[in-house]
């Protein structure tokens, strides 16, 4: 009996020795990772451009939801046989960001004409309509600041008492106010932590406008290039 108490002893204290062991043989390793993530900005097409108001042409290459923007519109007659108030083109504009974002237009306006009589960046209204923000992932608490005073057939505007011409008057309403690149709507980050296949983003319209006027006769060109950084 007592030898059997002493095996079973000896064999306590290996089991208990090995325990000890085993713990005492543990190791660990460490992974370090890092990451940036990088100011974000993107301008796209919101969907089809309209045209109303004209008198013959149409939108040669409308947009395209989620596509690059790239509308090419011919506004049509624009002089006195054309009886409508405003020839208006109206384009969405799409913009997604991780940051505060500037949007900026440069515009350039020529034409055939030779005398003062002929359709001018002056004569092109222009402003940003409502900003919209919505859907799932999208910052819709964000604030926006519309530097132009909107939709410019409805903003200041009158004829001039000297000249008899039609102005687009409103500060930023015309398109002689972004011959250089120049603000036109900025706004706090619009996107929350979603993945880019998240097609959801701003959107704003771009509105255009001319009254129909006695210009001279011609052909004229209006390129407009909108511009979205990230300061």
Avoid: H
């Avoid at 990451?35 to 008198?55: M, R, Y």
């Avoid at 706090?188 to 006695?214: C, E, H």
């Amino acid at each position: 009996m007592v030898k059997t108490i002493k095996i079973v002893a000896i064999a306590a204290f290996i089991t208990t020795l090995c325990a000890v062991t085993a713990s005492a043989q543990s190791t660990s390793g460490t992974v370090s990772m890092s990451g940036t993530v990088s100011k974000f900005v993107e301008i796209n097409s919101g969907g089809a451009a309209s045209l109303s108001g004209n008198s013959g042409g149409g939108i040669t290459t409308n947009g395209t939801l989620n596509n690059p923007l790239a509308v090419v519109i011919d506004l049509g007659e624009l002089g006195p046989s054309n009886t409508n108030s405003f020839v208006t083109a109206s384009v969405p504009v799409k913009l997604r960001s991780n940051a505060g974002y500037v949007l900026s237009a440069i515009a350039t306006v020529t034409g055939s004409g030779a005398t003062a009589n002929k359709v001018s960046a002056a004569d092109v209204g222009f402003g940003f309509g409502a900003v919209t923000r919505t859907g799932v992932g999208v910052n819709t608490t964000g604030t926006d600041t519309n530097a132009t005073p909107g939709d410019p057939t409805a903003a200041a505007g009158s004829v001039n008492a000297t000249t008899g011409r039609w102005e687009f008057t409103a500060t930023r309403g015309n398109l002689s106010a972004f011959t250089a690149s120049t603000t036109a709507l900025s706004g706090q980050y619009i996107m929350n932590a979603v993945p880019r296949s998240n097609a959801n983003g701003l959107t704003v319209p771009a509105i255009f406008a001319v009254k129909p006027q006695f210009y001279e006769n011609g052909s004229t060109t209006v390129s407009v290039t909108f511009t979205v950084t990230a300061p």
